[in-house]
């Protein structure tokens, strides 16, 4: 029995909205060590280039076994590396950025003002100064109310995007796992599977299915 429902939507719900935004990284790169200063009225020695070493090949994927009946999928993987998954998260970034510059500049509006009254308060007239507190109180309540209103924009944008993966994804899961005449399919983040065979990692798999899947749709 194939018994894919019991693959939690909290899965896909932790995987979408995280935003790769790291750049990239030259792993095993290490910055070369500084050379003497040749001695005074000494030619400067000729260093010799290095051997340009080969790249190790990529080991080739480990085939699916035989007769497996259960399999795992890294659905952060999925979520980053998928074109559907990209673009959710490139949305969601979007409206983050949008929303923070919002807050920014009515940030410094506010604090423009508290510091205006707090520079100017003991020449200021009563009223002039009552004014001004006003003023620094309804930018800071407004400050508070955008800050509250872009949360929830950003939280709403987010369950969207989470049930719009997720109705996407489940779909290609069920059909991979058909064709591949799987029972299980298990979550390798949150699963608590210490070690597993890679080749039961049916992650680019699901990949490349949901990727054609939207290309097909474009």
Known sequence: MRNLSTMRSSLVIVAIGIALMAGPVNAGQTPAAP?????????????????????????PPRPFPEGAKIAYVNVQRIASESVEGQAATKRLSSLREEKEKDLVARNAKFEEARKRLETSASVLS?????????EVERLQTDLQRATQD?????????NELQMEFQRKLLPVLSEVSAAKSLHMVF????????????????????IKKLDAAAAAKK
């Open 35 to 59: 050379k003497p200063a040749p001695a005074a009225g000494a030619p400067a020695a000729q260093t010799p280039p290095a051997a340009a070493q080969p790249a190790a090949a990529p080991a």
């Open 126 to 134: 009563e009223s002039v100064r009552g004014t001004q507190q006003k």
């Open 150 to 158: 872009a949360q929830k924009a950003v939280e709403d944008l987010q």
């Open 187 to 206: 979550s390798s983040i949150d699963s608590g599977v210490v070690w597993a065979d890679p080749g039961l990692d049916i992650t680019t798999d699901i």
